[in-house]
């Protein structure tokens, strides 16, 4: 079985506001792009959520991945073992728990590292990751975010 190497991004234009994420997938020779853009949601949420979608869209039980992400949000809770400790806790009083339990079905499917990188720094997967994250709010059909709009508006 191949490794899989993994650039994710995702932001929002406002914060909250529209928003979109930004996956490259790498395989040997095969390269492949996702992104999807929301009306309204959060930075953290898409950061998350192109994480979540990358490992969804891997096809084997068991793939090595390194993930590389611009987000000290995900990165270092999943690193530093603090989303564990919130899954203990039901994640009294974080936020996105949602996408937490989403990320905590698939990640032990899988072997994943994740390595932090400088966002907008010249990393050549990192910046197609953000292009297809901004592309994908400012242009096209939004989803809707519906956990977040359901929590977050009056």
């Given at each position: 079985?191949?490794?899989?190497?993994?650039?994710?991004?995702?932001?929002?234009?406002?914060?909250?506001?529209?928003?979109?994420?930004?996956?490259?997938?790498?395989?040997?020779?095969?390269?492949?792009?996702?992104?999807?853009?929301?009306r309204l949601t959060t930075n953290?949420?898409?950061?998350?959520?192109?994480?979540?979608?990358?490992?969804?869209?891997?096809?084997?039980?068991?793939?090595?991945?390194?993930?590389?992400?611009?987000?000290?949000?995900?990165?270092?809770?999943?690193?530093?073992?603090?989303?564990?400790?919130?899954?203990?806790?039901?994640?009294?009083?974080?936020?996105?728990?949602?996408?937490?339990?989403?990320?905590?079905?698939?990640?032990?499917?899988?072997?994943?590292?994740?390595?932090?990188?400088?966002?907008?720094?010249?990393?050549?997967?990192?910046?197609?990751?953000?292009?297809?994250?901004?592309?994908?709010?400012?242009?096209?059909?939004?989803?809707?975010?519906?956990?977040?709009?359901?929590?977050?508006?009056?």
């Amino acid at each position: 079985m191949p490794n899989v190497t993994v650039y994710t991004d995702g932001g929002a234009s406002g914060n909250p506001g529209p928003g979109g994420y930004g996956i490259v997938l790498l395989s040997g020779k095969h390269r492949k792009e996702l992104s999807g853009g929301f009306r309204l949601t959060t930075n953290n949420r898409m950061e998350l959520l192109a994480v979540i979608i990358a490992l969804e869209a891997l096809k084997y039980d068991g793939t090595d991945v390194t993930i590389y992400s611009d987000s000290k949000y995900v990165v270092d809770a999943v690193t530093k073992g603090w989303v564990f400790n919130w899954e203990k806790k039901n994640f009294a009083k974080k936020k996105n728990p949602d996408l937490w339990k989403r990320f905590l079905q698939i990640y032990p499917k899988h072997n994943v590292e994740f390595v932090w990188v400088k966002g907008h720094a010249g990393n050549e997967l990192n910046e197609v990751a953000d292009r297809l994250a901004v592309s994908a709010y400012q242009v096209g059909v939004l989803e809707v975010d519906e956990v977040y709009e359901a929590t977050n508006v009056d």
